[in-house]
Structures are given as C-alpha cells and as structure tokens.
Nanobody, 125 residues
Framework: QVQLVDTGGGLVQAGGSLSLHCAAS????????MGWFRQAPGKEREFVAA???????TYADSVKGRFTISRDSAKNTVTLQMSSLKPEDTAVYYC???????????????????WGQGTQVTVSS
C-alpha cells in the first residue's frame, strides 16, 4: 500500500522560512516525478513545484526564486524549502507523485496518482 506522509508545516511570519518534507512508502518512486501542490480555502488545488527522476525542476511563477524543491530517490523523499514567505502562500500543502517517467515534470493535478494527507502552512502579515 502506497503512503505519502508530508510534514513540516506551521505558523510563520511574513518573510520567514519553512521546510516541508514528504516520505513515501509502499513502493519505490525513483523513476517518478515528485511534487508539491497547495490549496487555499475556497480555491482550487494548484501546482507549486515538482522534480523529475532526472532532477529537472519546475516551479509555479508565484514561487520562483523563493522555493526550492529537492529529492532523495534512495530514501523516497522530497523536500520543499520555502523562504521569503508571503501571506498569500497560506494554504494546505500536499506532496504528490506522478508515476510517469517524464524527463520534465508535469504540473497538472490529474497527472498525480498518489497524495499525502496535507500539512498546513500559515503565513502571518
């Protein structure tokens, strides 16, 4: 049974930093894309960042230059380092896995088959 556990959310002031961590179990995702999405109240889930098995990275325009995604394929983990956080970054963050072995990460929700339970990130102004 595949399970993704995402952790690391919390409350931070604007301009601060947080690191989110996701650990996958149940199968190896060494040739899959791993990514992060977020969902704010009343809004649709949106793409944040993803990293392919070839370590090609893709970011949403809203987080470029502030967020960094990385992975450890041997440990089946993915990390999202967030800095210069803004109140508009407030959301529940979900890690996810796209099982297709793509050179470049895909960013649509529908491409991702496996999801974590979500971790709340709140940025106060």
């Amino acid at each position: 049974q595949v399970q993704l556990v995402d952790t690391g959310g919390g409350l931070v002031q604007a301009g601060g930093s947080l690191s989110l961590h996701c650990a996958a179990s149940g199968r190896t995702f060494s040739t899959s894309t791993m990514g992060w999405f977020r969902q704010a109240p009343g809004k649709e889930r949106e793409f944040v960042a993803a990293i392919s098995w070839t370590t090609v990275k893709t970011y949403a325009d809203s987080v470029k230059g502030r967020f960094t995604i990385s992975r450890d394929s041997a440990k089946n983990t993915v990390t999202l380092q967030m800095s210069s956080l803004k109140p508009e970054d407030t959301a529940v963050y979900y890690c996810a896995v796209d099982p297709k072995s793509s050179f470049r990460p895909r960013s649509q929700v529908s491409h991702y088959d496996y999801w974590g339970q979500g971790t709340q990130v709140t940025v106060s102004s």
